[in-house]
């Protein structure tokens, strides 16, 4: 029995020891795990800030989502845009950044001006009125049986020229009213969209793909409520003067919009 025991254990022993380089074998073809998150593929990372010169931020990093995905993370601070992925895309996105941050690549802003004006059956034109308009409302003069004006309001708005960005701005301003009237505040709302901006050899053509022009005149003793309300395209060189429209605030009298672009360089 003794002998029988000793030779089994002998058997065991010598299978262990011959399976002991397949063991090891297979250990070594075995897929490493991944690290964890947090792990060494955090240390791949890399962090740089980008100061644009000509650029807004937010067009540029929309680019980099579309071309990058999700392996280029970007936050924006001011004119800054802070990127963090790995050094081979980060030399890519330094590159791009570096080709499209240039004069030639500039998407100008535009500032749209509407000079809001009171045309009265008598009178001049008033000292209010800027001289760079003083043109249009001699056409104006010519075109309506209104003789007087002043200007009520400067409505001045900003908007981009990328595709079909918004802009709007509201306001108030006080219509002209005789010694016994009460004194009336209108209020206006100008919204404008899907401006551009083209360069000729002549200067610069702007378009804009609505320009909408709002304003509530409300009523008074012996003077009915007036809204002025117009939605139009507009096409003009920069700093060329067109008329919006015109509308009664109530009065024999009436409102006149006048309006002008200028490229922001």
């Known amino acids: 029995m003794k002998r029988n025991r000793i030779a089994a254990l002998l058997i065991a022993f010598l299978l262990a020891f011959a399976l002991l380089p ?43 989502a579309d071309l990058y995905g999700p392996g280029v993370r970007t936050s924006v601070a001011n004119d800054t845009i802070i990127v963090r992925t790995t050094p081979e895309l980060m030399s890519s996105v330094a590159h791009l950044i570096a080709q499209r941050d240039t004069a030639e690549h500039v998407s100008p ?13 008598k009178g001049e034109i008033g000292e209010s009125v800027p001289r760079m308009i003083i043109p249009a409302v001699v056409q104006l003069r010519k075109t309506f049986a209104f003789q007087g004006y002043q200007l009520l309001d400067t409505v001045t708005l900003r908007t981009g020229t990328m595709g079909s960005t918004q802009a709007q701005t509201t306001g108030s301003f ?21 401006a551009d901006a083209n360069k000729t050899k002549d200067g610069y053509s702007i378009s804009v793909g609505l320009i ?3 304003a509530f005149f409300p009523a008074a003793p012996h003077i009915s409520a007036g809204h002025f309300d117009v939605r139009t395209t507009m096409s003009l060189k920069e700093g060329q003067l067109a008329v919006l429209g015109k509308t009664s605030d109530g009065t024999p009298n009436a409102v006149m919009a006048v309006v002008t672009a200028e490229v922001l360089k």
């Open 212 to 214: 909408h022009l709002s």
């Open 22 to 64: 397949m063991v090891a074998s297979a250990a070594s073809n075995a897929p490493s795990a991944k690290p964890e998150s947090g792990g060494q593929a955090s240390l791949s990372t890399v962090v740089r800030s980008f100061k644009l010169k000509y650029l807004r931020p937010r067009p540029l990093v929309a680019t980099l």
């Open 174 to 194: 006080l219509l002209p009213s005789a010694a016994k009237e009460p004194v009336r505040s209108a209020t206006y709302k100008l919204v404008v969209e899907g």
């Open 109 to 121: 802003d535009l500032k749209i001006v509407v000079y809001l004006l009171y045309g009265s059956r």
